[in-house]
């Protein structure tokens, strides 16, 4: 058998960063009472998970940030089928 005849599988991941930007509507659904002055504030954990909702949508327009990261997969396992050439 010849060296060139063997090889060894590497588990790869890539990663792409993409951005999008929501606009969560203020409503009593992101609020919650003020304690202070009795009226109602921004509840910002409330905003955020709105905007995680809002992000999942597929009419949410996202935009490629940077070329995508190639890096070693933390977790390494041979695979379901042959390896990509």
Do not use: F, N, Y
């Not at 929501?22 to 009795?38: F, H, L, R």
């Not at 905003?47 to 949410?60: F, H, N, Q, V, W």
């Amino acid at each position: 058998m010849e060296v060139s005849d063997l090889s060894i599988s590497v588990r790869l991941r890539r990663v792409r960063t993409e951005t999008a930007t929501v606009s969560v509507p203020i409503t009593e659904d992101v609020t919650c009472a003020d304690d202070e002055g009795g009226g109602r504030k921004i509840d910002v954990d409330k905003i955020i998970a709105s905007a995680l909702r809002m992000g999942a949508l597929d009419s949410t327009q996202w935009e490629l940030e940077k070329e995508p990261e190639i890096s070693l997969h933390p977790v390494q396992t041979a695979p379901e089928q042959g390896p990509i050439q």
